[in-house]
């Protein structure tokens, strides 16, 4: 089953200077939760905004660029090879986690979708593509807590493909 997760404002903002435009310390334990113990996909960028593999997680990485490497990490360099990888992996939950060209390639894949809304505007440079979510069922909807750490409302969301 493939599953993408990721946090967006009112805009579908997911990113400024390849990084989140917001601190919600609540939304990255809640990815840690959801990511553990799991294969995660994501582009070159986004891996090395993390800066090292995240531990107890299996990284793949999708990228144009032939020569790169990531120690601890599959490299792919075509959709289709990652496409065949997750068919023959189809009982386990992978979960793409950015960027937003690879949510934007995944996103006629995926299974189920992991949310974080943030009901709030931020400035940055990167966003979500358009999620048509009549095509979706809602089955999971979690007000985050809001407190000096975490200050904004925020709401996890899950949902399963129709």
């Given at each position: 089953?493939?599953?993408?997760?990721?946090?967006?404002?009112?805009n579908y903002?997911?990113?400024?200077?390849?990084?989140?435009?917001?601190?919600?310390?609540n939304d990255l334990a809640y990815f840690k939760e959801i990511t553990s113990g799991k294969t995660i996909i994501m582009g070159r960028k986004t891996f090395e905004s993390f800066?090292?593999?995240?531990?107890?997680r299996h990284h793949l990485i999708l990228t144009r660029n032939q020569n790169y490497q990531a120690e601890?990490?599959?490299?792919?360099?075509?959709m289709q090879s990652l496409l065949d990888y997750i068919d023959q992996r189809?009982?386990?939950e992978i979960i793409v986690v950015g960027g937003a060209d690879i949510y934007q390639l995944f996103l006629p894949y995926a299974d189920h979708l992991?949310?974080?809304y943030i009901d709030e505007e931020f400035e940055g440079?990167?966003?979500?593509?358009?999620?048509?979510?009549?095509?979706?069922?809602l089955i999971s909807k979690k007000k985050g807590i809001k407190n000096d750490q975490n200050p904004y409302d925020y709401y996890f969301l899950q949902y399963n493909r129709k």
């Open positions: 089953m493939l599953a993408m997760i990721f946090a967006h404002d009112r903002l997911i990113g400024k200077d390849n990084w989140m435009p917001w601190s919600i310390p800066g090292k593999p995240l531990p107890n601890g990490c599959e490299i792919f360099h075509e189809s009982d386990e992991y949310i974080t440079d990167t966003y979500l593509p358009k999620i048509d979510l009549t095509n979706w069922n």
